[in-house]
């Protein structure tokens, strides 16, 4: 009789937002499990080395939003376009108060993974922007485990 294996967890694709944790933002190492769904309907996380629980979203723009991802994308595009913050509001139907946190929140973001390159990667702001426009140019050409590379940055992935 041959004894019964546990099915082998599934890759983990977040890492810990917690600053506290000896695994702060570290890829290897980590002990995180999914632990359900909250009530708005985003995965949760389980940390074992901090015992903290954390959603998917958290450290990102997308973090305590009240706004679909839906709604989020078209305010997205409707920027990238140089809509001004009241073009958006009559386009969308948001209040300006909202669509401008959402702004400041994706400026903030975008400042963090900024200085991350050039601050702990070395990268000259030249560099930066060379990168940014090639990443622009060849994301639809990325495979998907490049493409799931890009989605850690934006997240605030950092390999330890």
């Known amino acids: 009789m041959g004894c019964t294996m546990a099915r082998p967890r599934g890759e983990i694709e977040v890492v810990c937002p917690n600053k506290a944790c000896t695994h702060y933002r570290r890829e290897r190492g980590k002990d995180i499990i999914k632990r359900g769904k909250n009530c708005a309907g985003t995965q949760m996380y389980y940390c074992y080395h901090c015992g903290k629980y954390f959603v998917e979203t958290s450290d990102t723009p997308m973090y305590r939003k009240r706004l679909s991802k839906r709604q989020i994308e078209l305010v997205c595009?409707?920027?990238?376009?140089?809509?001004?913050?009241?073009?958006?509001?009559?386009?969308?139907?948001?209040?300006?108060?909202?669509?401008?946190?959402?702004?400041?929140?994706?400026?903030?973001?975008?400042?963090?993974?900024?200085?991350?390159?050039?601050?702990?990667?070395?990268?000259?702001?030249?560099?930066?922007?060379?990168?940014?426009?090639?990443?622009?140019?060849?994301?639809?050409?990325?495979?998907?485990?490049?493409?799931?590379?890009?989605?850690?940055?934006?997240?605030?992935?950092?390999?330890?």
């Open 77 to 160: 595009r409707l920027l990238v376009e140089k809509n001004g913050i009241r073009a958006i509001e009559r386009i969308t139907g948001l209040n300006k108060n909202t669509v401008s946190a959402w702004l400041e929140d994706l400026a903030e973001h975008a400042s963090l993974v900024q200085g991350y390159l050039v601050h702990d990667l070395g990268l000259s702001a030249y560099e930066c922007d060379e990168l940014w426009t090639t990443v622009k140019k060849t994301k639809r050409k990325l495979s998907v485990r490049a493409l799931s590379g890009l989605d850690r940055v934006k997240s605030g992935y950092i390999r330890a």
